[in-house]
Every structure is written in C-alpha cells, then in structure tokens.
C-alpha cells in the first residue's frame, strides 16, 4: 500500500509554509507522518456509532449551577471599589 504522505509532499509542504528543514529532517518527518496517518487510518475502520458514550460509574457534574445572583456586574463592582476613574477600575501603576 502507497504511504498517505511521503517526500515530495513533505518538501512541498515545507515551500509553502516557507520552512526550512534538512533532507534528513523532511525524509524523518515524512516517515513519522505516514506512521500517524496510517495509524488514523486504522482506527477508521472501528464502526462507534452504536456504542455508548465511555463514562466512569462515578462520574458526576461538577461544574455549579449559576447563581444569578451572585454574578458580578461591572456597574456594581465599580461602586465597591476603592479607586475609579470614570468607568474603569483604578489601580497602582506598576512600572
């Protein structure tokens, strides 16, 4: 079976995205690529579309439900601050 990628591809993709590579490096990229696209290829055929989705039995949400209330507004974050300028917050100059 032909490689998915192979030299040529490399070199060519090398021009166009104007990287330069030694031909060891291109011919090495070329084989490491073929290898993955290979590989990708393979795992094409596994048919998943029927299989559930893979959870832990202990799996659990735990992102929070929002509290709208508690949702910090700009305009209110302004009138607590200790410093403001018109509306942005004022703060130590670092440099």
């Not at 490689?3 to 040529?8: N, Q, S």
């Not at 990287?19 to 795992?43: P, Q």
């Not at 509290?67 to 507004?73: Q, S």
Request: hydrophobic share 40%; charged share 35%; with cysteine.
């Amino acid at each position: 079976m032909k490689p998915l990628i192979d030299y040529h591809e490399i070199n060519h993709l090398t021009q166009l995205c104007k990287l330069d590579f030694s031909e060891s490096e291109k011919t090495h990229m070329a084989k490491d690529l073929a290898t993955i696209l290979d590989f990708v290829s393979e795992l094409k055929e596994f048919k998943v579309e029927k299989e559930a989705p893979f959870l832990f039995e202990d799996q659990i949400n735990i992102v929070r439900e929002r509290d709208e209330e508690k949702i910090w507004k700009a305009g209110n974050l302004l009138k607590i601050a200790p410093k403001k300028e018109r509306q942005f917050f004022k703060v130590p100059r670092i440099l």
